[in-house]
């Protein structure tokens, strides 16, 4: 079973940028698709972005503008730039598979936007 460590999270300020990394323990090239999913406290977790592996992505409307996601099969990472952050984007963010099933979760990275 593929597992993910996702990284690059931190704390910036309102309108500050971020890119998120999430690397595989194996390859992602069967992967037809891939997605990044956040969880603020008292919430459920919820879909960000995905991609497929011919570059097709999705957005959340509330990230839709301001997030990109892409992969890079051959170095097994999955990213996620975040540019012109809101303090509504404050969660863990976790990548998985972004289809129907998925894996185990790994730790996630904290992202807080705060003044």
């Known amino acids: 079973q593929v597992q993910f460590v996702e990284s690059g999270g931190g704390l910036v300020q309102p309108g500050g940028s971020l890119r998120l990394s999430c690397a595989a323990s194996?390859?992602?090239?069967?992967?037809?698709?891939m997605g990044w999913y956040r969880q603020a406290p008292g919430k459920q977790r919820e879909l960000v972005a995905r991609?497929?592996?011919?570059?097709?992505?999705n957005y959340g409307e509330s990230v839709k503008g301001r997030f990109t996601v892409y992969r890079d099969n051959a170095k097994r990472t999955v990213y996620l730039q975040m540019n012109s952050l809101k303090p509504e984007d404050t969660a863990v963010y976790y990548c998985?598979?972004?289809?129907?099933?998925?894996?185990?979760w790994g730790q996630g990275t904290q992202v807080t936007v705060s003044s």
């Open positions: 991609v497929n592996n011919v570059g097709t992505t």
């Open positions: 194996g390859s992602i090239f069967s992967i037809l698709v």
């Open positions: 998985n598979m972004g289809g129907s099933s998925w894996s185990s």
